[in-house]
């Protein structure tokens, strides 16, 4: 008796094991940890879907906390000319919720060690970070205390974007990747340099004790000349002198198309090399259930192992089976809306439609609301919207309702003809809000909306469609990492620019200058503030009119500060979301080469930025 108990709970044992194994590899998680019974449940508690959300909970938290330490972003407006005094708040309230997200990742990192052991805890160098980035923000938070809040630097401001990198794989992942590109891009960017030194020194000499201008910026020195020449590689600046500038820019952008082709070069494998291991984590995960499972003493084989592997693989969806109808009506309905044509057909009819459309509406163009005749319109409405309902119930009839559910596009066709039905016949009832002509309209967008039904035909529209939605649905962890960029130099900028800008005494100004132009609410006074001053910068938005104010306003050394937001954010990340955007794109054309037309829904389930790993 005592024999089967102790074999019962053996068995129960290994079932939580292959349970967390199975789950270690549908998350692409390492297997190295505890696997005693206790550590199982704490293990499966800590990666509960109610631990994870709170733990990015506090995470949002504690990085939400600039924005209402000093100096405060709650005002109404950023304007130095008009902002009022920001509300401080007391001191130990931002403290106090600081200090609890701490102890959450003092907890979150303490069980991370207990679950992996000592010896993974020391090769492994996120955690190592970790744990001295908690440490340090402890210290700080010690220091800020203990001068009771009024110290005008907090380290930890900076370094709390670790806690959003650390907690997402595919972020370390990319950074990764962004890392294995940082000598090639270096190289390329010490060139650019080099390149634009000495076209700065022929500028020197062709212009030598001349009085140059070119939209406010003077050519007398080397550090002027300098940065006219980098404002000059942005889309921001008229160019004046033509002659000098033609060759200096054809070899910037050589060099700049050079920099985008080195970055997707390197970039081009991280799809494929840097998640490696997520595929032998998956493989370790399934294998290492099998072998828990496996009875002791019991032989398998290769064979045996790969009994779980093909869940790994090819995970393709299947529609139901279509109806079986003994009606010979009926067999011939299922025939005929079952067949391709039918599709081709429904994609003619949805382009005659918009061909209507746009002929009304050129011919009524010039027509006020009141002198438009709809009555045309609406006929060709409801013949429309009458094929589009006989069509959808013939294919219901065809796929049967599970059938016709399992196709996206037939959803899509579906919601919109429901919705066009209740539009156009339903809603027009006595003492109705919605005018006429407003419902006509309403209506129309509604099936052009539906012509986009035929992107799913064409192959080429297919790719491009489901790689703008894949960017999309990946995008957070360039999203992530930009977040934390952003972050770093907010507080770098309040650090260095706090205060800056002032007021002009005198109301004369230059034309085309910071204080013309009114850019006041752009400043380094506020976290809110600072992030919407380098999104402007990022997108080039008049660059040299913020580097022309600051540079009056402080010192000629702030604009290593706005050339380093410049390459890290126009150069070097454009050139990344390029690379992610072409690798994506020619990963899927590669594979929609060889499949059919009806094939290519299919991509879209291959191809996300994880789901590429899953398949050999």
């Not at 094991?17 to 293990?43: K, M, P, T, W």
């Not at 090769?123 to 010690?142: E, H, P, R």
């Not at 132009?517 to 402007?536: G, I, M, Q, R, T």
Request: glycine share 4%.
């Amino acid at each position: 008796r005592i024999q089967e108990i102790l074999h019962q709970i053996l068995l129960y044992l290994c079932i939580q094991q292959a349970v967390v194994f199975i789950e270690d590899a549908i998350q692409y998680r390492s297997i190295n940890h505890r696997v005693d019974s206790g550590s199982l449940r704490l293990y499966r508690w800590y990666y509960s879907k109610i631990c994870q959300w709170g733990l990015g909970f506090t995470i949002a938290v504690v990085l939400g906390l600039a924005f209402i330490e000093k100096p405060s972003s709650l005002t109404y407006t950023s304007d130095i000319r008009f902002k009022p005094k920001p509300w401080e708040p007391p001191c130990g309230l931002t403290e106090g919720i600081e200090m609890v997200c701490l102890c959450i990742f003092i907890l979150d990192v303490t069980v991370k060690t207990y679950l992996i052991g000592w010896e993974e805890f020391r090769m492994n160098k996120w955690l190592i970070g970790y744990t001295v980035v908690i440490a340090a923000s402890v210290v700080d938070w010690m220091l800020s205390i203990s001068m009771m809040c009024s110290e005008s630097l907090r380290v930890r401001r900076l370094i709390r974007p670790f806690f959003l990198l650390q907690n997402s794989s595919l972020m370390k992942k990319t950074l990764k990747c962004v890392k294995r590109t940082l000598p090639e891009i270096a190289s390329v960017i010490l060139l650019l340099g080099l390149h634009i030194c000495l076209f700065t020194m022929i500028g020197m000499l062709i212009f030598a004790k001349s009085d140059v201008r070119s939209d406010h910026i003077l050519i007398t020195s080397f550090l002027s000349i300098l940065i006219w020449l980098i404002i000059l590689i942005l889309p921001a600046l008229n160019i004046d002198i033509f002659i000098y500038v033609f060759s200096f820019l054809l070899g910037t952008y050589l060099l700049m198309n050079l920099m985008t082709a080195i970055i997707y070069n390197q970039f081009r494998g991280y799809l494929l090399m840097s998640v490696q291991t997520s595929i032998i984590r998956r493989r370790l995960g399934i294998r290492a259930a099998f072998e828990v499972l496996c009875c002791p003493g019991r032989g398998h084989t290769s064979t045996q192992s790969e009994v779980f592997l093909p869940y790994s693989k090819h995970l393709v969806f299947i529609h139901p089976p279509k109806p079986v109808y003994s009606s010979p009506v009926l067999q011939h309905i299922q025939i005929i809306y079952s067949h391709f044509y039918i599709t081709v057909l429904g994609n003619v009819v949805a382009l005659a439609n918009v061909i209507c459309i746009c002929t009304v509406l050129v011919l009524d163009s010039e027509k006020s609301g009141l002198e438009k005749n709809n009555f045309y319109m609406e006929i060709l409405n409801c013949i429309f919207i009458l094929y589009y309902l006989i069509e959808m119930l013939l294919k219901i009839v065809a796929f049967g309702w599970r059938g016709y559910l399992s196709y996206r596009n037939n959803i899509f066709d579906g919601f919109l003809t429901v919705l066009l039905l209740v539009t156009h016949f339903l809603y027009p009832v006595p003492g109705h809000v919605m005018a006429l002509w407003e419902m006509v309209r309403l209506v129309n967008m509604l099936i052009v909306f539906r012509f986009l039904r035929i992107i799913p035909e064409i192959k080429l529209m297919a790719v491009v469609a489901s790689t703008l939605v894949d960017l999309v649905k990946n995008l957070r962890a360039f999203a992530g990492i930009l977040l934390v960029v952003y972050y770093m130099f907010a507080v770098l900028g309040i650090w260095l620019f706090q205060g800056a800008i002032t007021p002009p005494s005198n109301t004369s100004m230059d034309c085309g200058t910071f204080e013309q132009l009114e850019y006041w609410p752009n400043n380094f006074d506020d976290f809110a503030s600072s992030l919407v001053l380098l999104y402007n910068i990022m997108v080039v938005n008049n660059w040299h009119v913020f580097t022309d104010a600051y540079t009056r306003y402080t010192t000629e050394w702030s604009l290593v500060y706005f050339v380093a937001w410049w390459l890290t954010s126009s150069v070097m990340w454009v050139n990344l979301f390029v690379a992610l955007i072409l690798e994506n794109f020619t990963y899927k054309w590669d594979r929609s080469n060889a499949l059919s037309v009806e094939d290519v829904e299919r991509i879209a389930y291959q191809s996300t930025v994880q789901l590429i790993f899953r398949y050999e």
